[in-house]
């Protein structure tokens, strides 16, 4: 059996004593404490506390390619680059390299891919609803989503860069998948079916790609996406927007993004606030309203995409 086909409170087990392991022999740290840790299936995190200060450490399962995490390291220091973007620093082992290919148990074959990261000190996006300065701070984040997305339409990106993607091919392999097993064994946290049929889930999935077949791919609508702008992800130096957690880093639609920010990030009454940001960088389509709907509905019948 592969170690990503373990269930994830196993795969969890086993991941833990290698994560205290890695801050002792590779990095040096004396520990006073690692939590518990979250994730499933593919990416575990981390907080990790020793004397010598604060640290977020990320470990893949052997399901990560190493090129892939490599990218999703490499791009958000060219957003700090180019765009003053605070996003979390790598830390290089002893080897002086940023990521640490471990081995997995033999039994199951691969190796994970660890990172480390300095601890970003700064506030979550939801502890801050009360701070008068709250609006011009979601339009301060909708502005800097803006840049991101224009970014992505600019950089000039290595060979070796790879992203996974979430366009038609990926989704048509959803669609054929959907129509073919049985709906509980296809993601072990795809609880949908208990509240829609399966037609309907099929039906959806097939509005949202008659949507993206007609939006295409062009790189105005369809690139470097930060693939989950929630508010977990979302936190602030005083007013400055610090974005965090670049695993789901990936190419898509620019408006699953902003659906994912209105929906689990910018409070309702802030969504004019926070659009208002995002527009004053680059334009929403002419019918962005008709795909939010469609977006949001779709959630249901494609899991993990939004």
């Known amino acids: 059996m592969e170690f990503q086909s373990l ?53 893949c399962s052997p399901a990560y390619p190493y090129n892939l995490v490599r990218s999703t390291l490499w791009y958000p220091s060219q957003l700090k680059r180019a765009l003053g973007l605070i996003v979390p620093e ?17 039994a199951y074959g691969g190796y994970h891919c660890c990172v480390m990261y300095r601890w970003i000190e700064a506030c979550l996006l939801a502890e801050l609803r009360e701070d008068p300065r709250f609006p011009s701070m979601m339009e301060n984040l909708g502005a800097q989503l803006a840049r991101m997305h224009s970014h992505s339409q600019q950089e000039d990106l290595p060979e070796w860069f790879t992203l996974l993607e979430r366009g038609t091919s990926a989704l048509d392999q959803w669609l054929n998948r959907l129509k073919t097993e049985p709906v509980q064994e296809l993601d072990p946290d795809f609880d949908s079916h208990e509240h829609h049929t399966v037609g309907q889930l099929i039906a959806w999935a097939e509005e949202l790609r008659a949507w993206m077949v ?5 790189p105005d609508q369809f690139g470097i996406i930060h693939g989950d702008f929630n508010c977990d992800n979302l936190l602030f130096q005083d007013t400055e927007p610090c974005v965090i957690d670049f695993t789901p880093l990936c190419y898509g639609y620019f408006d699953m993004d902003l659906v994912k920010a209105l929906d689990f990030g910018v409070p309702p009454k802030n969504h004019s606030d926070f659009l208002s940001g995002y527009t004053s960088i680059r334009s929403l389509p002419d019918d962005f309203e008709d795909g939010l709907r469609i977006l949001q509905r779709t959630r249901a019948s494609v899991p993990n995409w939004f």
């Open 7 to 59: 269930p994830w409170r196993e795969q969890k087990s086993r991941i833990l004593p290698l994560a205290a392991s890695l801050c002792i022999d590779r990095y040096g740290l004396t520990l006073k404490g690692i939590d518990k840790g979250t994730g499933e299936g593919n990416d575990f995190s981390y907080r990790v506390d020793a004397w010598e200060g604060r640290y977020h450490i990320r470990v």
């Open 90 to 106: 790598t830390i290089p082992g002893v080897d002086g390299e940023p990521i640490q290919r471990i081995a997995a148990d033999s």
């Open 214 to 218: 007609e939006r295409g791919e062009g």
